[in-house]
């Protein structure tokens, strides 16, 4: 059975977030993709700095990863987004048949 995982990427605002999301989930990338609205705060450029960001949490098949990230870098606007998988290791078998499924029920 092929795992899934979950791929995390903030994004700058809402308008980028749902148009990685929506291209993702439109080219079969993902079966779903979650924005949660998020304050971070983190060192740039030896600088400490704040803003608010929308976080994609991104699910599919690990297989998919590569292509994933493709599609993300070529349309996201941050010099080097945060982009990092996480496996799902477990979880409620029905649920995680849908993601390996694309969507279908």
């Not at 976080?55 to 493709?70: G, P």
Request: with cysteine; hydrophobic share 45%; net charge negative.
């Amino acid at each position: 059975m092929e795992a899934c995982q979950i791929v995390l990427c903030p994004c700058p605002n809402l308008t980028e977030a749902r148009l990685i999301a929506s291209a993702l989930v439109e080219q079969d990338l993902a079966t779903a993709v979650n924005i949660i609205a998020q304050h971070s705060v983190y060192r740039w450029h030896g600088q400490i700095n704040s803003g608010d960001e929308f976080l994609l949490m991104i699910k599919r098949q690990r297989a998919r990863y590569e292509s994933i990230e493709r599609m993300i870098l070529d349309m996201h606007s941050y010099e080097l987004p945060g982009i990092a998988a996480v496996p799902i290791v477990d979880g409620f078998a029905p649920y995680l048949d849908w993601l390996r499924s694309g969507g279908q029920p």
